[in-house]
């Protein structure tokens, strides 16, 4: 079973920016695509941004087009979501999460393993 822990999570105000990494376990990291989704207060867990096993394919929510950015190193076992711009409303708790698959999806029910989740507040 693979382990994915999320970091890089904090305090940031309104147009600053974070970068998210996610680590996981296990040898076939290459072999899956992965995963950024998160969840707001009070409101139900959203996709975020994926990106294909090689990482020549990504895809992204319209909410964050242009403003984040994932990428993955696979030497490293390490997914990274790159955020700027960053608004109140992108304030959540991000999750990473490795997919059945190689090439990108964008439904939670494609995603089989899932980390602890990281805190992003913005502040206005």
């Known amino acids: 079973q693979v382990q994915l822990v999320e970091s890089g999570g904090g305090l940031v105000q309104a147009g600053g920016s974070l970068r998210l990494s996610c680590a996981a376990s296990?040898?076939?990291?290459?072999?899956?695509?992965m995963g950024w989704f998160r969840q707001a207060p009070g409101k139900e867990r959203e996709f975020v941004a994926a990106?294909?096993?090689?990482?020549?394919?990504?895809y992204y929510a319209d909410s964050v087009k242009g403003r984040f950015t994932i990428s993955r190193d696979n030497a490293k076992n390490t997914v990274y979501l790159q955020m700027t711009s960053l608004k109140p409303e992108d304030t959540a708790v991000y999750y990473c999460?490795?997919?059945?698959?190689?090439?990108?999806?964008?439904?939670?029910?494609?995603?089989?393993?899932w980390g602890q989740g990281t805190q992003v507040t913005v502040s206005s």
């Open positions: 999460a490795r997919a059945y698959t190689p090439i990108v999806r964008a439904e939670q029910s494609d995603f089989g393993s």
């Open positions: 990106i294909s096993w090689s990482g020549g394919s990504t």
């Open positions: 296990g040898r076939t990291f290459s072999s899956y695509a």
